[in-house]
């Protein structure tokens, strides 16, 4: 292949397209590069698997430590499982890449994407989402593309495109956009309670740029010569979906206007589809519909779902009624509960919609539980995770329990986002906040559930958030022009649906956003009615969240860790440690406290009773304070020595008091004037050159030996 070096401008931000150079054995392959940071990204089409019924589509997306000049740490010193933002990476480029492939492929595909250069201002992930639609049309792999990504920040009054990691950091909006020439396939964001109009508005931004890209992909297929025609897909057999049609239509269309729940439509329509069954084996040996079941065995399932997805489909575009018998705009019901838990939990919640459950559990930690990333990620430290669990009975399944897939990463990862904007600073609050939400019972949005089920356990911690979250998830029928969207999906919804659009916010703003599709794009148009149709369904879930609880708790839960904090001056962090650590484990046993130090200064005390903390913090400030040479004190007398006595005047700050300095008078012994235990007052005779306190219990005027006996409570 000829190796061409194609490039495209935003703003004077340049991406480059390199193919033909790398990777000769793969599919197709491209390196796409902005600024200093290189992605390579090829796709691979394998051999057919026999007897499976879905696309196998893997994506994988790699990090490499070289990217960035370093050396992996741990014992291998290689790079070893993806850290996090590895497997939201992998989930940003399966998202919009997976509907463009023909469903009927069952040939291995794989897309694989690598880091091999990044600078610090160019994150790697959009480049791959582009990558991807390029190595894959270069494999001559059959897809509905070209497709494009692109990230917008917004900083100021100003979008950007591909904003760098520190516009990012300071801006008020994350998104990433994706589409074709069709419309838009994919959104991923998360924003600073953004108006929906803002949100719009950098979403049509987003998609401009995004054409530009699909323009330059059509030119260097052009260059390549290779031609480009959408693939086509397989009719399907009608005779087979006659027959299925007269046997199971009256049945589907009984089922679906009874308005059953999720368990009794579901046994429903497996009762119907057995007698369906039954029909086929009644059919005469050779009959033309037998054999073409007898062929493939999955036909009979892949028909009743196509018919059952027709019917659902048609009453809501010709009569706009749901399954559930619900309005296009409505929300199942709702119901909300904190506190659900003992108090030895921090804060729990338990936020249901229709038949979706979700419990999150709130835990505080001290600063030394911060997540530490080791990732190409400038941002190395998480103070703020959220886990999402999805066990199987919460679908009535029995199967083996697993680690969290890409699926249970992707949500946590969004309820996270969504939460992020309304939670306190560190400085105001110090600890370390983990909610973990457990899926219970799932129909469809647990993700959003998992935002609300956040807030009000959060609430129930009480932590501090600025605006209570709640989030909705939209779907959408489109058949031909006819579309309609609809207000909190259920899973079967979801399931024969054509998008999943979530949409996090408070009262004031959009928070997050994460929009799927099952179809090749959506205009502009739609994406903006779904966006402004959530906005009264997410008051309104709010509404039911309030009456739960309407503010944070005054109180954290007994069980928490106490936090306190002080800013003491950075080169004297060193002295707080003490050689080896001395000095730190010394106030740790002495206390019973934890103590985590940043390097900036900033020093957290956390014990469970908090005195400890407050008797640790006294120690690290009367270490830390700057003294000077006059200055007065009351101390007690520590240790004695032949020449003199030395005094704790401030915790863990003493000096000594020679023996010519005891009084007025002389002094034969030590122990005439003093004892271990003794409280005295003392004032700072000088600092020597070594650090020393010299101190003397001369020349101090009444006055401020009162004021200093008071100060220290004698």
Same mark, same amino acid.
């Given at each position: 292949?000829?190796?061409?070096?194609?490039?495209?401008?935003?703003?004077?931000?340049?991406?480059?397209?390199?193919?033909?150079?790398?990777?000769?054995?793969?599919?197709?392959?491209?390196?796409?590069?902005?600024?200093?940071?290189?992605? *390579? +990204?090829? !796709?691979?089409?394998?051999?057919?698997?026999?007897?499976?019924?879905?696309?196998?589509?893997?994506?994988?997306?790699?990090?490499?430590?070289?990217?960035?000049?370093?050396?992996?740490?741990?014992?291998?010193?290689?790079?070893?499982?993806?850290?996090?933002?590895?497997?939201?990476?992998?989930?940003?480029?399966?998202?919009?890449?997976?509907?463009?492939?023909?469903?009927?492929?069952?040939?291995?595909?794989?897309? +694989?994407?690598?880091? *091999?250069? /990044?600078?610090?201002?160019?994150?790697?992930?959009?480049?791959? +989402?582009?990558?991807?639609?390029?190595?894959?049309?270069?494999?001559?792999?059959?897809?509905?593309?070209?497709?494009?990504?692109?990230? +917008?920040?917004?900083?100021?009054?100003?979008?950007?495109?591909?904003?760098?990691?520190?516009?990012?950091?300071?801006?008020?909006?994350?998104?990433?956009?994706?589409?074709?020439?069709?419309?838009?396939?994919?959104?991923?964001?998360?924003?600073?309670?953004?108006?929906?109009?803002? $949100?719009?508005?950098?979403?049509?931004?987003?998609?401009?740029?995004?054409?530009?890209?699909?323009? #330059?992909?059509?030119?260097?297929?052009?260059?390549?010569?290779?031609?480009?025609?959408?693939?086509?897909?397989?009719?399907?057999?009608?005779?087979?979906?006659?027959?299925?049609?007269?046997?199971?239509?009256?049945?589907?269309?009984?089922?679906?206007?009874?308005?059953?729940?999720?368990?009794?439509?579901?046994? #429903? *329509?497996?009762?119907?589809?057995?007698?369906?069954?039954?029909?086929?084996? #009644?059919?005469?040996? &050779?009959?033309?519909? !037998?054999?073409?079941?007898?062929?493939?065995?999955?036909?009979?399932?892949?028909?009743?779902?196509?018919?059952?997805?027709?019917?659902?489909?048609?009453?809501?575009?010709?009569?706009?009624?749901?399954?559930?018998?619900?309005?296009?705009?409505?929300?199942?019901?709702?119901?909300?509960?904190?506190?659900?838990?003992?108090?030895?939990?921090?804060?729990?919640?338990?936020?249901?919609?229709?038949?979706?459950?979700?419990?999150?559990?709130?835990?505080?930690?001290?600063? &030394?539980?911060?997540?530490?990333?080791?990732?190409?990620?400038?941002?190395?430290?998480?103070?703020?995770?959220?886990?999402?669990?999805?066990?199987?009975?919460?679908?009535?399944?029995?199967?083996?329990?697993?680690?969290?897939?890409?699926?249970?990463?992707?949500?946590?990862?969004? #309820?996270?986002?969504?939460?992020?904007? $309304?939670?306190?600073?560190?400085?105001?609050?110090?600890?370390?906040?983990?909610?973990?939400?457990?899926?219970?019972?799932?129909?469809?949005?647990?993700? /959003?559930?998992?935002?609300?089920?956040?807030?009000?356990?959060?609430?129930?911690?009480?932590?501090?958030?600025?605006?209570? $979250?709640?989030?909705?998830?939209?779907?959408?029928?489109?058949?031909?022009?006819?579309?309609?969207?609809?207000? %909190?999906? @259920?899973?079967?919804?979801?399931?024969?649906?054509?998008?999943?659009?979530?949409?996090?916010?408070?009262?004031?703003?959009?928070?997050?956003?994460?929009?799927?599709?099952?179809?090749?794009?959506?205009?502009?148009?739609?994406?903006?009615?779904?966006?402004?149709?959530?906005?009264?369904?997410?008051?309104?879930?709010?509404?039911?969240?309030?009456?739960?609880?309407?503010?944070?708790?005054?109180?954290?839960?007994?069980?928490?860790?106490?936090?306190?904090?002080?800013?003491?001056?950075?080169?004297?962090?060193?002295?707080?440690?003490?050689?080896?650590?001395?000095?730190?484990?010394?106030?740790?046993?002495?206390?019973?406290?934890?103590? %985590?130090?940043?390097?900036?200064?900033?020093?957290?005390?956390?014990?469970?009773?908090?005195?400890?903390?407050?008797?640790?913090?006294?120690?690290?400030?009367?270490?830390?304070?700057?003294?000077?040479?006059?200055?007065?004190?009351?101390?007690?007398?520590?240790?004695?020595?032949?020449?003199?006595?030395?005094?704790?005047?401030?915790?863990?700050?003493?000096?000594?008091?020679?023996?010519? @300095?005891?009084?007025?008078?002389?002094?034969?012994?030590?122990?005439?004037?003093?004892?271990?235990?003794?409280?005295?007052?003392?004032?700072?005779?000088?600092?020597?050159?070594?650090?020393?306190?010299?101190?003397?219990?001369?020349?101090?005027?009444?006055?401020?030996?009162?004021? =200093?006996? =008071?100060?220290?409570?004698?």
């Amino acid at each position: 292949m000829q190796e061409i070096d194609k490039s495209i401008s935003f703003d004077g931000r340049d991406i480059r397209l390199k193919v033909g150079l790398l990777a000769p054995q793969a599919g197709g392959c491209a390196l796409i590069q902005s600024g200093e940071t290189a992605v *390579l +990204v090829t !796709a691979t089409r394998g051999r057919a698997r026999d007897g499976i019924d879905f696309l196998p589509l893997l994506v994988d997306y790699e990090e490499r430590q070289y990217a960035a000049g370093r050396i992996p740490g741990g014992f291998l010193r290689r790079e070893g499982r993806p850290p996090e933002r590895g497997t939201l990476t992998c989930r940003l480029i399966d998202r919009p890449m997976r509907p463009l492939f023909p469903q009927w492929i069952r040939d291995d595909l794989q897309v +694989v994407a690598t880091t *091999l250069s /990044m600078d610090e201002n160019v994150p790697p992930d959009v480049l791959a +989402v582009t990558g991807a639609s390029i190595a894959t049309l270069i494999a001559q792999i059959p897809f509905y593309g070209p497709m494009a990504g692109v990230r +917008v920040g917004l900083v100021g009054d100003d979008f950007i495109i591909n904003p760098t990691f520190a516009e990012i950091a300071e801006g008020d909006l994350d998104l990433v956009v994706a589409g074709t020439d069709e419309g838009i396939i994919m959104v991923e964001a998360g924003a600073n309670q953004l108006p929906e109009h803002d $949100v719009i508005e950098a979403i049509e931004f987003g998609y401009e740029a995004v054409q530009d890209l699909i323009k #330059a992909q059509r030119e260097l297929l052009d260059e390549l010569g290779i031609k480009y025609e959408k693939p086509t897909e397989p009719e399907e057999n009608k005779k087979v979906v006659t027959f299925v049609t007269k046997k199971a239509e009256k049945g589907i269309k009984k089922i679906l206007e009874a308005e059953h729940g999720k368990v009794e439509r579901d046994a #429903a *329509l497996d009762e119907l589809k057995a007698t369906v069954v039954e029909a086929v084996g #009644a059919l005469k040996e &050779g009959d033309e519909v !037998a054999l073409a079941f007898e062929e493939d065995g999955k036909l009979l399932d892949k028909t009743f779902k196509g018919l059952t997805k027709k019917l659902m489909r048609k009453r809501v575009i010709d009569e706009g009624v749901r399954v559930d018998g619900r309005k296009l705009d409505e929300v199942r019901p709702i119901s909300c509960r904190v506190g659900l838990l003992p108090p030895r939990v921090h804060g729990s919640g338990v936020f249901q919609r229709g038949l979706t459950q979700v419990m999150s559990v709130v835990t505080l930690g001290t600063p &030394g539980d911060a997540q530490m990333t080791d990732d190409l990620h400038p941002d190395t430290e998480k103070r703020y995770m959220h886990h999402y669990n999805f066990p199987p009975y919460s679908v009535g399944e029995a199967r083996p329990m697993r680690s969290p897939g890409r699926r249970e990463v992707g949500h946590g990862a969004l #309820a996270e986002r969504a939460l992020k904007p $309304v939670l306190p600073q560190q400085d105001s609050f110090p600890y370390v906040i983990r909610v973990v939400s457990e899926c219970l019972s799932s129909d469809g949005s647990t993700s /959003m559930g998992s935002v609300c089920g956040s807030t009000l356990s959060l609430m129930n911690a009480g932590v501090p958030i600025s605006k209570p $979250v709640s989030g909705a998830a939209m779907g959408l029928i489109r058949e031909g022009k006819e579309v309609r969207v609809l207000t %909190d999906i @259920q899973g079967f919804e979801d399931f024969l649906g054509d998008m999943d659009f979530k949409v996090a916010g408070t009262d004031e703003g959009i928070t997050a956003l994460q929009m799927d599709m099952k179809i090749h794009g959506l205009p502009m148009e739609t994406i903006a009615e779904a966006i402004n149709q959530a906005l009264p369904a997410r008051t309104h879930i709010l509404g039911k969240m309030m009456e739960a609880i309407q503010e944070p708790a005054e109180e954290l839960s007994p069980y928490a860790p106490r936090l306190l904090s002080l800013k003491i001056d950075p080169d004297l962090i060193g002295l707080v440690i003490g050689p080896g650590g001395k000095t730190i484990k010394g106030i740790t046993e002495r206390t019973g406290a934890k103590v %985590d130090i940043d390097d900036d200064g900033t020093v957290v005390v956390s014990s469970l009773d908090g005195a400890g903390a407050k008797q640790a913090l006294a120690i690290i400030d009367g270490m830390t304070k700057r003294v000077s040479a006059g200055d007065v004190y009351a101390g007690k007398v520590t240790r004695i020595i032949p020449i003199g006595a030395f005094v704790e005047f401030l915790p863990g700050k003493e000096g000594m008091i020679h023996i010519s @300095q005891l009084a007025e008078h002389r002094v034969g012994k030590v122990e005439d004037e003093v004892s271990v235990g003794d409280s005295v007052v003392i004032k700072i005779r000088e600092i020597d050159s070594r650090n020393r306190i010299n101190l003397t219990r001369l020349g101090i005027h009444p006055d401020d030996a009162e004021k =200093a006996r =008071a100060e220290a409570g004698l």
